[in-house]
Nanobody, 125 residues
Framework: QVQLVESGGGLVQAGGSLRLSCAAS????????MGWFRQAPGKEREFVAV????????DYADSVKGRFTISRDTAENTVYLQMNSLKPEDTAVYYC??????????????????WGQGTQVTVSS
């Protein structure tokens, strides 16, 4: 079992920055592939970023590449999502997720076993 708790969301103006945190308990994050997803009203949950469990390899959705950075602090058992140059279209509930079993793929929602409760990010224009 992995318990995940996100924090750091809020209201920010376009062009601003936020850093989301995902605190994990129950298992170390280094034994899980950790992902960030988001869901806007009326839309499906979508992949945002990932950091693989077996390495520090990362990947991003094209829509956030160059603006968002995923990282982890194993001592704190926490994963972060640094979000810069925010746009109104980044407005969504952001979720942290854990994938304890290795999968070649990491974008599909259904491949993640554990989810946090989500944190709201609102970007005003």
């Amino acid at each position: 079992q992995v318990q995940l708790v996100e924090s750091g969301g809020g209201l920010v103006q376009a062009g601003g920055s936020l850093r989301l945190s995902c605190a994990a308990s129950g298992r170390t994050i280094s034994s899980n592939t950790m992902g960030w997803f988001r869901q806007a009203p009326g839309k499906e949950r979508e992949f945002v970023a990932v950091i693989r469990r077996s390495s520090d390899n990362t990947d991003y959705a094209d829509s956030v590449k160059g603006r968002f950075t995923i990282s982890r602090d194993t001592a704190e058992n926490t994963v972060y999502l640094q979000m810069n140059s925010l746009k109104p279209e980044d407005t969504a509930v952001y979720y942290c997720a854990a994938q304890p079993t290795y999968h070649y793929d990491y974008r599909p929602v259904h491949l993640y076993n554990y989810w946090g409760q989500g944190t709201q990010v609102t970007v005003s224009s």
